[in-house]
C-alpha cells in the first residue's frame, strides 16, 4: 500500500488493479483509506442516491469476483468518493470483466522549449557577465603594473607617469 506525504495510506487506484481479486482487494483498502464502517458506507450511499445494504458490501468484499457495475459505484460513493471516482473505479472494472490490457503509463509531458525571449535574455546576461570578467580583470592587470612601478624609488624632482 503506498503513504500519501502526510505519511497517511494513499487512496487506491483502482487503474492499478490486474486482476479481479485485485480490484476487490483495492475496494477492502478504499473502505479502509475512508475509514467507515459498513453501515456508515450504506448510510452514505443512501444519501447518494444509492442502495447498497452494508451486509452487500461486505459480501462484496470477501469475495474474489467481481461485484456488479452499480454495487461498484455505491459503495465507492458511499466511501466519500464523487461520481468522478466512481466513474474510473467502473472503467476499471469494465476493463477486467472485458479482459483489456491496462491502460499504457502516460508518457510525461515534454518539457516546452523555452521562449525565445527567455534565450535572448539569457545570452544577453552571459555576454553581460564576459563583459564585467573582462572588465575586471583589466582593472586587476593595470592596478598591478602601477603597483610594480610604485616600488621603483622616484627621484627629487621627477615626475612618473
Same mark, same amino acid.
Given at each position: 500500500?503506498?503513504?500519501?506525504?502526510?505519511?497517511?495510506?494513499?487512496?487506491?487506484?483502482?487503474?492499478?488493479?490486474?486482476?479481479?481479486?485485485?480490484?476487490?482487494?483495492?475496494?477492502?483498502?478504499?473502505?479502509?483509506?475512508?475509514?467507515?464502517?459498513?453501515?456508515?458506507?450504506?448510510?452514505?450511499?443512501?444519501?447518494?442516491?444509492?442502495?447498497?445494504?452494508?451486509?452487500?458490501?461486505?459480501?462484496?468484499?470477501?469475495?474474489?469476483?467481481?461485484? /456488479?457495475?452499480?454495487? #461498484?459505484? &455505491?459503495?465507492?460513493?458511499?466511501?466519500?468518493?464523487?461520481?468522478? %471516482? !466512481?466513474?474510473?473505479?467502473? *472503467?476499471?472494472?469494465?476493463?477486467?470483466?472485458?479482459?483489456?490490457?491496462?491502460?499504457?503509463?502516460?508518457?510525461?509531458?515534454?518539457?516546452?522549449?523555452?521562449?525565445?525571449?527567455?534565450? /535572448?535574455?539569457?545570452? #544577453?546576461? &552571459?555576454?553581460?557577465?564576459?563583459?564585467?570578467?573582462?572588465?575586471? %580583470? !583589466?582593472?586587476?592587470?593595470? *592596478?598591478?603594473?602601477?603597483?610594480?612601478?610604485?616600488?621603483?624609488?622616484?627621484?627629487?624632482?621627477?615626475?612618473?607617469?
Amino acid at each position: 500500500m503506498s503513504i500519501s506525504p502526510e505519511g497517511l495510506p494513499a487512496r487506491p487506484d483502482p487503474a492499478d488493479a490486474r486482476s479481479d481479486a485485485e480490484f476487490v482487494a483495492m475496494l477492502r483498502r478504499l473502505k479502509a483509506w475512508s475509514g467507515r464502517s459498513y453501515r456508515d458506507i450504506q448510510l452514505h450511499a443512501q444519501r447518494a442516491g444509492h442502495h447498497l445494504p452494508y451486509s452487500t458490501a461486505a459480501g462484496m468484499l470477501k469475495r474474489g469476483t467481481l461485484p /456488479r457495475r452499480e454495487a #461498484v459505484t &455505491a459503495f465507492v460513493l458511499g466511501c466519500g468518493l464523487d461520481e468522478q %471516482a !466512481a466513474t474510473a473505479w467502473n *472503467t476499471a472494472r469494465t476493463r477486467l470483466d472485458l479482459n483489456l490490457p491496462p491502460e499504457p503509463e502516460r508518457e510525461p509531458e515534454p518539457v516546452p522549449a523555452p521562449p525565445r525571449r527567455r534565450l /535572448r535574455t539569457a545570452l #544577453v546576461a &552571459a555576454v553581460a557577465m564576459m563583459a564585467a570578467t573582462l572588465v575586471v %580583470a !583589466a582593472g586587476v592587470h593595470q *592596478t598591478e603594473d602601477e603597483t610594480a612601478l610604485s616600488d621603483v624609488p622616484a627621484r627629487h624632482g621627477q615626475v612618473l607617469d
